[in-house]
């Protein structure tokens, strides 16, 4: 397909890698020269130098035969001119990034009015996403599938957890609820695993449950867990602003700290009963003087990627149960994975992962493209959820007797709303739901693209 990136900044920058690498004629437009030399030269895409908003730009971009506009600058208006600009030139399928609060509820009730595909607003979905694991805190990462009855979730392999040294086969009857681990990184590889596979310390597991059971799996599995009550923020922008609504509303007692005097006086008006502090959250002293050493999670959400592991480093030092860590620069998350940072969110990578999503499911008229996508391992593998429709091959047969691609898994099947952690007389017919899991670097638009 033709895309047309507008804004080569982070989010932009993303997307230009991941669409470009599967196989996409990919136009970056932005008014940066640098930046549009840096993507030429790394990832072989046409770049115009403009103004994404203007009809003369788009023109040159050509907007005319293109299947869809990515609008990713960093300001919200100018994301919608664009998207409004090129439904005027084409019929073109439009993606605009909306980060302000006061715009998510009109943006829902003017889609059509506007003309958008779709919109994307990386911030709120971050702030989802913690919000996420702060209910479960246990979990490094969790990620919802089937309408969120399926959820793959990361754990890491403790000193002395139960999990050390066992085959995979024996963790069902371990954990006493029927699971399937889907990947394990062990350092810097990542492997598929089969029953045999032997867990080590260190491991960090990708286990595929039902959602109803993740408590049971956890106390069963004898990991010490507590109930989130109160939790810091650092840094006091648009994900704080969500995630404090988020969590006042379950009665989770939230505090926010902000250097910028103006920020914290708009924070103190829309949550009266949040405590908002005007301090530097990078210094020590002040975390202390803040209560950190009782406060139950600390997510770090300043601007800059080495105040949030500084901070969050220090806050695993002193003993938080729960820390949340936001990071745009993935490529070095394994170097930091052990230096007790927690979990890590990214906002690029969360938008880029729906964007593809919608451009792999783009590829499939007839509807059994992904339903939904999400990236785990820290980018290194995929779980993408299909419908099995009756073109589908290998229905009602056997898994054992399905041949698969190689690095390539079935996690889990959703038959009449029942969810099945499969084993190899399982099967699958029209109308399911499967969650595939893979490392494979192919990507895969349909069902039929994971059989050999």
């Known amino acids: 397909m033709k895309i047309i990136i507008v804004g080569d ?8 890698r991941q669409l470009s690498h599967e196989g996409h004629d990919i136009v970056v437009i932005d008014n940066n020269p640098r930046a549009l030399e840096q993507s030429a030269e790394s990832f072989d895409v046409m770049v115009v130098n403009g103004n994404g908003a203007s009809m003369a730009t788009l023109h040159q971009a050509g907007v005319g035969s293109a299947d869809l506009l990515i609008a990713a600058t ?7 001119l664009c998207c409004l600009t090129a439904q005027k030139m084409s019929h073109v ?21 506007l003309g958008l595909s779709m919109t994307i607003n990386p911030e709120l979905a971050v702030a989802r996403e913690i919000f996420h694991l702060l209910q479960l805190p246990s979990f490094l990462k969790r990620d919802s599938f089937a309408k969120g009855k399926v959820e ?10 139960p999990l050390c040294g066992i085959p995979l086969h024996q963790l069902p009857a371990l954990a006493r609820v029927k699971v399937l681990v889907c990947a394990v990184e062990r350092k810097d590889d990542v492997f598929i695993p089969r029953g045999d596979f032997v867990l080590k310390e260190g491991d960090h597991i990708y286990v595929t449950a039902q959602a109803s059971i993740l408590a049971t799996l956890v106390e069963n599995l004898g990991i010490v867990t507590h109930k989130i009550r109160c939790v810091m923020l650092v ?91 936001k990071i745009n620069r ?21 938008c880029t992962t729906d964007i593809v999503r919608y451009v792999r499911a783009m590829h499939n008229t ?5 339903l939904t996508l999400h990236r785990i391992v820290n980018g ?24 698969l691609r190689e690095n390539v898994l079935i996690s889990c099947i959703t038959h009449n709303g029942r969810t099945i952690i499969p084993d190899g007389d399982s099967s699958f017919t029209a109308g399911d739901t499967i969650i595939v899991v893979t490392t494979s670097e192919r990507p895969f638009n349909r069902l039929n693209d994971i059989f050999i």
């Open 380 to 403: 290194k593998a995929e779980a993408l959820e299909f419908l099995v429709h009756t073109s589908c091959r290998y229905r009602d047969t056997p898994l054992k007797n399905v041949r």
């Open 235 to 325: 840094g006091g922008g648009h994900i704080a602003q969500y995630l404090a609504a988020m969590l006042i509303n379950i009665d989770v007692r939230v505090k926010i700290i902000e250097k910028n005097p103006g920020r914290c006086i708009q924070l103190a008006e829309l949550f009266p009963d949040v405590s908002v502090v005007e301090a530097d959250g990078s210094l020590q002293q002040v975390l202390l003087d803040e209560g950190l050493e009782s406060i139950d999670a600390v997510v770090t959400l300043t601007g800059m990627d080495e105040e949030n592991l500084v901070i969050s480093m220090y806050a695993n030092h002193a003993g938080v149960s729960k820390v949340v860590t």
């Open 152 to 161: 793959i979730v990361e754990l890491k392999v403790m000193p002395g957890s």
């Open 74 to 80: 960093s300001a919200d208006e100018i994301n919608l």
């Open 366 to 370: 007839a509807g059994s493209g992904v």
């Open 9 to 16: 900044g982070k989010v932009g920058l993303a997307l230009t």
């Open 330 to 350: 993935l490529e070095y998350t394994g170097v930091f994975s052990d230096m007790g940072i927690g979990s890590i969110v990214s906002p690029k990578e969360l």
């Open 93 to 113: 399928h439009t993606i605009a990034r909306i980060q302000n609060p006061e715009y998510t509820d009109q943006l829902v009730q003017m889609r059509e009015e």
